[in-house]
Structures are given as C-alpha cells and as structure tokens.
C-alpha cells in the first residue's frame, strides 16, 4: 500500500497490531460490560416510551397498566438472564445462539438462528443511532432537522472507531455509558426523595396535556391485545442480552465466569433503571402520543405538526431536574451519546458471528479474517453499509423502524434455550455424578423455563408487530437464510469438485504431449524473451501464433521472422473481422478437440509498467485473451513479463516506501536496544 494511503489509515485506526499480540485486547468485566451490555442498558431511554405510545391508543385511563407491563417485562428479563448464564458456561467458545442452536437443533435451526441475528444487529444499529439522533436534537434543532445525514455520519464514526479494536473503543465508550447509568439511578433516587420524603408535586412538560384516544372504552379481546402489544414493545429492554453470550472469547481469564457476572449485572442494571422511570413517569404524568400532531391535546387543540414529542426519560428529567437545570442537561447529553454507542453491541455481536458463520463456509471467507486491529473489520464495515441503507430508507425514524425490532431476537432466544434443553437432556444421559447431575437438572429447568417464555413472547410479538413492519424482518431473515444456504452449497459443491482423489486420476496423470503456442503480435524484445523462455520448457511441439489484421503488418513480420532465422514454425491466422482474442480461442479448442489427451501451454508476452495510467495503454488484448483462455480445460496460461524502464522506477518507489517509518516509530530504536544501552551506560 502506498505512502498517501497508508498514512490517513494509520491516523484513523491506528499501527498494526500482530497476532501474538490478540491477548492484549482481552476485556476485562469493567470494560466488557459498556461493550457487550450498552444496548440493553441504553434501551431503558425508549423502551418506556413505546410501552406509553401504545397504551395511549386506548387513551390516559390505559397508563395505569404500564406497572404491570413493566413487572412482566422485568420477569423476562431476569428468565433470558438467568438462562444465558447457563448458555456461556456450556458454550464459551463465542458461537452463542448459533452455536447451540446448531449443535442440539440441527443445521437448519442452526442457520435460523443465525440469519435473525444478523437482522438484529443491523436494526440495532439502525434503531439506537436513530434514537440518539432524536434524543440529540431535543437540543439541537439542527440535528432533527438533518437527522437522516446526522444518522449516517454517526454510523460512520462509530464504525471508524471499531475498527481500531475492541478494547480501544470499549475505553472510549465505558466513560459515557456508567455515565448515563449513573444519571439515571441518580433521577430515580432524587425523584424518589422528592415524592415520597419532601411531599413535591412533579409535572412533566405534557402533564397538561390531554390524549384523543383512537379507540376509546376498549374492553375484553381488543384490550388485551392491545396490552400485549404495549408489552412487545417494551420488550425492546431486552434486545443486546444476546451478545455476551456470543462475545464470550472476548473476555479475560475465567471467561464463562466473567461473562456470567456481566450478564447478571447488565440485567439487574436495565431492570431497575427501567421500572424506574416507568414509575416517575406515571408519577410526573408524562403523556405521549403515536400521533402527537393530531392525538395530543392542548388548550382544547391539537398542538400541530411543529411540536415534537420528547422522549420520557427527557420529559421526566425536565420534571425531577428541572428543565434547562445542569443534571437536565448533563443527563440528555449522557442519552443522546449511550444511544450512540449502544450500536456497539451490534459491532461486537455482527463481526464476530459473521466469522463464525464464515468459518462454517455459511458467509465468504474475507469475513473470517481479522484486519489490521485484530478486529473483525470487513464485517464492521459490513454491517455498517447495511445500517447506513437501512437508516436512509427509513429517514431515520426510530418509531417506524423499532417496529422491526426484537422479532429476530426472540427467535434466537427461543431456538437457543430450546437448543439448551436438548444439551442438557443429552449430557443427563451419560453424567452418573449426583451432584453434577441436580446442577444439571436446575440449569435445564431453568432453560426450558426460559424457551417456554420466550417462545410465547415471540408468539406475541409476531401477533402483535407484524402488520406494523415485523414482516420487513422476517423477509430479512428469509434473504439471509437464502443467501447463507447458497453460500455453503457453493463452497460444498467446489470442495467436492477439487478434492484429491486416493487412486490415479487425470489429474495426477502425465499428458500424453505438451502443445506449447507462443502469442506474437511483432517481433521485439519481449517476444524474443517469450519464445526463449518457451523453448526451455520442454514441449513436444512448440509453435509461434499471430493473428492477421494488418496485411502489410503481418507481411513485415514474416520477413523479420525468417531474416533472423528463427527455429520455431509461425502459424498466421487471418482475421476478416479484425478479431485477435476469437481466433486464438478457435484455434485452441480446435487443437484441444483434435486431441483431448494434450495439454495447450499458452505463452504472453506482457510489459510490465510502473504507473497505473500505463496500464490503459498496454496488455489488454493479453488479458482479455486470459480471461477467456481460464474457460478453456486442459489449457494452461503462462505471462512472460518484461520489465520497462517505468516499471525499475516503480521498483525504486517500492523499495523505499519498504524503508518508510512513520514519524516517530524509529525516533528511540528497538526496546531491546534501548535497553542494552541503558544497561551499558549504567
């Protein structure tokens, strides 16, 4: 890579870093936790929210059922907790859900699992980018106003800051995320204290306001379903739980161990934050709205299109706070910045299962290498090409594309846990142990709990979401699943082909005679180079081939050929058309027909140039001649390069980009030397 190339991506992401060098960026539970868990932690900032749009369907008299929403999301969450701490004990090797699905379900679940994964970390990173947007430009009025660019250039951003390594952006991300946990608890304490201790009357800024019901007095089926809906939508608090368990590898010594402990501190961290502001949000009176232009009420009128609707965890800070106050403030920007970051479970979670799917020959190899950081980098850029479209189609509106949200996660948490109690049931078969027997038997009541529950939650969330664009992740999860069995039938399908048979074959066989052609279109230096090197290679018959399309050109050439007396036959092709590459082609599979046992050995002479514009102006016939020859069996293609003058510049421009350093590598020399100097001198 040149210098101008090289340097803005050292600037960007960072010095290489080497493969013994992987233990370095090992995370421990401090860092792990803002990097696997920011996107259950972050989501506490919109799920309430959806919970409140929902019930205000049926009106403000809905509200009342948002604590008991809350109880049964807070049940789920700690059931998928519970069972995922089983999960990384079992399977540490970083497969997750895909893993287990794959090793108990078979290969088809296996890749079901896979395929709603990868939807998932896409809408993570569309959905949290989108809400941080939003939450940003409460603020700023420039940011809503350009929310679709604002979106994509933090995307970008993000995944520039991915790139440098797990453990790089982990550091940049635990200071805004324990910020925000931190501003959170705070709120719920302070609003806490000023309820229930000083006796304070708290109002949110739409406490004023009145809902205009869609469906009014709703009772028997249709408020149940409404309640389950609300209840889908506040299950968005659990997307992201997933991910520990598929970073698992990514975790310091004891692995499994650590992980477990960043899951059940990532649980009870999202259930209390999340309970909390449903509860000072009830206590504030915080209304909101799926259509607030026209269903929010004040002063006896709607408030129009030019409101806009705050989220509830800024409606409550406002009322605990104080609007505009300094924690108001502080706690908003800490919103706006971990909704950011929270796509960093997805830049975790996506790269990492792309190069285990990649390694099953599910995605394409370039997937399963690491890049220059260590990191995963063509997933990272991956999934963020695919968030950037997804954001760009939907304008960035977190309300329509949350629609698409936590079907593919449930899908996964229901195959997984089921996928668990297979596990269990087949190790229970062979363990004769007691002890370790009861451990097993309480770890598969608790997955078969937990398959019983998520199971019935997808049910709900497939009921309730999917006119509302859930279908749009499930044709997601149909083009992936797709797509990743092609792969793998490809991949299978070229093993099969060019695996090495035990017995003789043709392939081992020595054919019966070595044609040999070499392509001549003048007689010059590289040509001769060509017809020395071809004669060296032993052949049985050798040949020189030119094509006739030029008459004066080609009488020219004959003449030359037989002044210098060359000992090698010249075949002229004539060409009415003025075709070189069709009637080589010809001719060789003429040959080939001819005698099906030969091998064709075909020689080019090709310039080698040392800058790209020279590369227009010479071999395109040659290459265009090989890109047709590889279609041709039994027909082997060999390049004799000749070097010009720009090519020895080129080399020299190489040699030194060899010797470069950028500033300040070899400022202090090697630690070795250094170290005998300083050893000398003492």
Known sequence: MSKLTDVPKRILIGRALRSDRLGETLLPKRIALPVFASDPLSSVAYAPGEVLLVLSIAGVSAYHFSPWIAVAVVVLMFTVVASYRQNVRAYPSGGGDYEVANTNLGPKAGLTVASALLVDYVLTVAVSISSGVENLGSAIPFVIEHKTFCAIGAIVLLTLMNLRGVKESGKLFAIPTYLFVAGVFVMILWGAFRGLVLGDTMHAPTSDYQIKPEHQGLAGFALIFLLLRAFSSGCAAL???EAISNGVPAFRKPKSKNAATTLAAMGLLAVTMFCGIIGLAMATDVKMAENPAKDLIHNGAPVGASFTQDPVISQVAAAVFGDGTFFFVLLAAATALVLFLAANTAYNGFPLLGSILAQDRYLPRQLHTRGDRLAFSNGIVLLAGAAILLVWIYGADSTRLIQLYIVGVFVSFTLSQTGMVRHWNRHLRTEKNP?????????????????FFTGLVLVVVLATKFSHGAWVALLGMVIFFGTMTAIRKHYDRVAEEIAASDGPSDDTMRPSRVHSIVLVSKLHRPTLRALAYAKLVRSDQLEALSISVDPDETKALRTDWERRGIDIPLKILDSPYREVTRPV??????????????????YIPEYVVGHWYEHLLHNQSALRLKGRLLF????????????????????VRARRRANWHAPGTVRRGPVERRNKDAGRRG
């Open 632 to 651: 041709t069996p039994g027909v082997m293609v060999t390049s004799v390069p000749y070097q010009l003058e720009s090519s020895e510049a080129a080399k």
């Open 435 to 451: 002890a370790v027997r009861r451990h097993m038997i309480r770890s598969r009541a608790i997955n078969a709990f937990g398959a």
């Open 239 to 241: 997307t992201g739980v």
């Open 585 to 602: 082609i010809d001719y060789v599979k003429g040959l080939r027909k001819d005698r099906p046992r030969d091998v064709i050995s075909v």
